[in-house]
């Protein structure tokens, strides 16, 4: 069964109506997803900068992290997938 934008959607903002981590994603907007893929948009704000004015890598890392395993969710049994090894430079 292919799952898409909705659910995504959906769990982004069960997220954001938390008090967790992933409250972080506020800001993500899910362009398409569907098919083991999933394209987002994302508004950098003054929150999500580091000293020297530019995204902050862990937060970059995050964004991979959590885009990719949304991706995961459209295809197959829907099951989240689990970074193992994650380079941003």
Known sequence: MTRGVELIKSIIERMCQTNSFGKCLKNVKILSAGDGKCKAEFTVC????????????GFTATLIDC???YALMTCGTGAPGVSVNINVA
Not at 46 to 57: A, C, K, S, V
């Open 46 to 57: 003054d929150e999500h900068l580091n000293l020297g004015g530019t995204l902050h890598g």
């Open 67 to 69: 885009i990719s395993t």
